[in-house]
């Protein structure tokens, strides 16, 4: 208990009792709007099975407020004017509580919705919880009283991917591929900045953007990392895009170390494992396959109930976090339960985490992990496939976050 929020957290536990059931037996509806159709629905669809099944296994008497959740889904077909479209559904239809995550387009969009109208609608305020748009700008220039991140941003994961790269002496060429959209973009620029930070020599050989989920060939980008002479490959893809990206590489046999965002999510783990050519493949996250504490039960559960891995751990640290702050203020009004998770410690799935209150950005800890067999220290395979994601390095979040940027302006 000598760390500082740990001591918090304990204060806080021994606090919940004497609000327990202070809104027994009311629901609390959460509109998630994100993909549920097209080339990455299967991501959407798989994030809201998550949001879903944390909703029901954290409901009434398992959570200190005592509320039933709810979570209904909303297809934005990944359009930032689809996620206007569905936000006013849902708003329409009584929801107070918005979950989004896959397109910081579709965030920004969002979130300066959700701003507006809360300024023209004070007395039916909107709270949004973006799970995993990672822009730093939603948390700085863009940030807004309403939005509330609970994923490490770009920036963050960055510093942890490149203090990581940066200790491996023979490191010297690197290689980015991105998708050509603001978090591709980010991806690669954040990347710059901080390698030129951590290791000044190491040089970019390579910087390239593709269009998303385009269907696209990876042959010809697999061709010119192998002639750049590049020793390590990084990019941000996710979905179809990277699992193709996968299956290029070992196709071509090109086994130099891949650092990737989102390796993890549904499918990219099976082609992963269906090729003999075992890439070294690292994973920058907020989680990796072996999570210890409640998490891992509800892991396995989630496994057989979907047959689907559980990916999305946010989904944990959102409902418990509403939970908290319903239970703290006797109340289910955003409004309230606002300003109490500004600045809120509370105990997420892998420790006690902070809603920093000047930009309500998540000081969510960092994890890099690698690719390899299941061992009896790391037994719970990805996708049944014999293989897991094994931590190496954790890094905590408040030593990855910056100063805060935003000027927030508040209710």
């Not at 940066?166 to 991806?187: D, E, I, R, T, W």
């Amino acid at each position: 208990m000598k760390h500082p929020l740990r001591r918090v957290a304990l204060v806080a536990a021994l606090v919940w009792p004497l609000t327990l059931w202070a809104q027994q037996g009311q629901t609390v509806r959460i509109a998630f709007i994100d993909p549920l159709s097209g080339p990455s629905g299967d991501i959407g669809r798989n994030s809201l099975k998550s949001w879903q099944f944390m909703a029901e296994r954290r409901n009434g008497a398992a959570n200190p407020a005592g509320v039933r959740f709810v979570v209904a889904g909303f297809d934005n077909k990944g359009s930032p004017q689809e996620s206007l479209n569905a936000l006013k559904a849902a708003i329409d239809q009584g929801f107070r509580y918005i979950v989004q995550g896959n397109g910081s387009g579709a965030a920004a969009a969002i979130s300066d919705a959700v701003t507006r109208h809360n300024a023209r609608d004070p007395e039916h305020p909107v709270l949004y919880i973006n799970y995993a748009a990672m822009d730093p700008a939603l948390t700085a220039e863009k940030c807004s009283y309403w939005h509330f991140r609970i994923d490490a941003d770009t920036g963050m994961k960055m510093q942890a991917l490149t203090r990581f790269m940066a200790v491996q002496p023979s490191l010297q060429k690197v290689f980015l591929l991105n998708q050509n959209y603001a978090h591709g973009q980010q991806v690669s620029r954040y990347f710059r900045q901080a390698m030129a930070q951590q290791r000044p020599d190491v040089q970019v050989v390579g910087d390239e953007l593709h269009p998303p989920f385009q269907g696209i060939d990876f042959t010809p980008f697999v061709q010119r990392i192998r002639d750049s002479g590049a020793q390590a490959l990084v990019t941000g893809n996710w979905g179809a895009d990277l699992r193709d990206m996968i299956q290029a590489l070992q196709q071509q046999g090109l086994g130099i170390p891949l650092y990737a965002y989102y390796p993890g999510l549904k499918g990219t783990p099976t082609a992963l494992a269906e090729s003999g050519v075992r890439l070294p493949v690292y994973q920058v996250a907020y989680n990796h396959s072996n999570q210890e504490g409640p998490i891992s039960e509800l892991a396995t559960a989630f496994r057989q109930r979907y047959g689907e891995d559980l990916t999305v751990y946010a989904a944990y640290d959102g409902i418990e976090m509403l939970a908290h702050a319903m239970a703290h203020v006797r109340s289910t009004e955003p409004a309230r339960v606002a300003a109490r998770l500004s600045g809120m410690i509370f105990r997420g799935f892998s420790g006690p985490v902070q809603l920093r209150a000047d930009d309500h950005q998540l000081q969510k800890g960092v994890y890099i992990s690698r690719w390899q067999k299941v061992d009896p220290r790391h037994p719970r395979s990805a996708e049944n496939t014999g293989y897991t994601f094994a931590p190496v390095q954790y890094f905590d979040g408040p030593g990855l976050a910056g100063p805060s940027r935003c000027q927030m302006e508040r209710p």
